[in-house]
């Protein structure tokens, strides 16, 4: 078995690898330091065996694959009536960055920014002026949250970080419309600091598989055995990944792939089959969407070649 997962992994990595269109993120100026040549995919089955390729032990910033996990915490801690109440579950059809609300001006779901930042200020104080330090202290839980579902401590890249602070205008202009709209129960600038932090967290393609793993195992860890997540929450986040997690590509992504997934403008994609197998996948160069290019292939091949999509009736 093992022999053969590694000969169809080295396989896929060398279909996938060929192609270098898309381009590296540049509009956080850290994030255009990277090697766009990185590749690296790592599965982590439900048993916690993990099988992984090329660069598996690069750390890149989570970015957008935070946003299931926070959601996840904020499910986990305030229930879904107080979470419903800010935040919906219908896709977008929109960019991530998009500027937009629906008809309860909430933002439309978790998975694009206005939704994120909306959970993590669910998981602030209700208070105007929060301040430096409790942000430290809800980023040191979500760093233990975001740790237990890898099954490793994972660290902040504080160049990222910087760099996200000082070029959000558009994540803080949305914060700000969520304020005006009175949605927003916290101190916008505290929201917005959390966020940049969740979205700076390193992690590899293990880790990613993992995460991937533990959601597709109905929130219990694999390979610590901890329940991180309850049950009834990871089937609310592996659904909401499913119809928003690829931003405006979604429709498609899930005709073709048929994968709950979460891409990041880091060059990660997170890919889960329920019941199964968690993916983990880093290529730094990005399509019009946001997506990495090589990660959408390579989930297409896997998709496609071992039967994954969720609705396949063979
Ligand atoms: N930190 C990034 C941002 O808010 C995350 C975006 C992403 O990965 N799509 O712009």
Same mark, same amino acid.
């Given at each position: ?13 060398? %279909?996938?690898? $060929? ?20 590749? +690296?995919?790592?599965?982590? #089955? ?20 935070? @946003? ?14 107080? =979470?419903?109440? @800010? ?17 309860? #001006? ?9 939704? %994120? ?40 890249? /504080?160049?990222?970080?910087?760099? !996200? %602070? ?22 916008? !600038?505290? $929201?917005?600091?959390?966020?940049? &932090?969740?979205?700076?967290?390193? =992690? ?18 694999? &390979?610590? +055995? ?9 089937? &609310? ?13 979604? +429709? ?13 403008? +880091? ?15 880093? /290529? ?25 999509? #969720?609705?396949?009736?063979?």
């Amino acid at each position: 078995m093992a022999s053969l997962v590694d000969r169809y992994l080295s396989h896929i990595t060398t %279909a996938c690898t $060929a192609d270098r269109s898309g381009a590296v993120a540049d509009y956080i100026p850290e994030l255009a330091q990277v090697d766009p040549e990185g590749y +690296g995919l790592s599965l982590c #089955m439900h048993d916690g065996q993990i099988y992984s390729r090329g660069d598996s032990t690069v750390e890149f910033t989570i970015q957008s694959i935070s @946003k299931p996990l926070s959601y996840a915490m904020a499910l986990n801690r305030l229930g879904y009536v107080r =979470v419903d109440e @800010k935040i919906g579950v219908e896709p977008s059809g929109e960019a991530f960055n998009e500027i937009s609300v629906d008809d309860r #001006m909430r933002p439309k779901n978790p998975m694009i920014n206005a939704g %994120a930042i909306q959970t993590v200020s669910l998981l602030l104080p209700p208070v105007r002026d929060v301040s430096a330090q409790t942000v430290g202290h809800v980023f040191d839980e979500l760093v233990t949250f975001y740790s237990a579902c890898a099954g490793r401590r994972l660290a902040l890249d /504080s160049a990222v970080y910087g760099s !996200e %602070a000082s070029t959000g205008s558009r994540n803080r202009a949305i914060a700000y419309m969520l304020d005006s709209f009175g949605v927003m129960d916290t101190d916008p !600038e505290a $929201a917005l600091d959390l966020y940049y &932090r969740q979205c700076s967290l390193r =992690v590899t393609t293990d880790d990613l598989a993992v995460i991937g793993a533990t959601l597709a195992n109905g929130g219990a860890n694999p &390979r610590t +055995g901890r329940q991180v997540i309850a049950q009834e929450v990871a089937q &609310r986040v592996l659904s909401v990944m499913t119809t928003c997690g690829m931003y405006d590509g979604a +429709g498609d992504w899930v005709t073709s792939v048929g994968l709950p997934a979460k891409s990041g403008v +880091g060059g990660g994609i997170l890919a889960t089959l329920p019941g199964q197998l968690g993916i983990g996948i880093y /290529s730094p160069r990005l399509d019009r969407h946001g997506n990495s290019v090589r990660g959408i292939d390579t989930c297409r091949h896997l998709s496609t070649d071992l039967g994954l999509h #969720m609705f396949n009736l063979n």
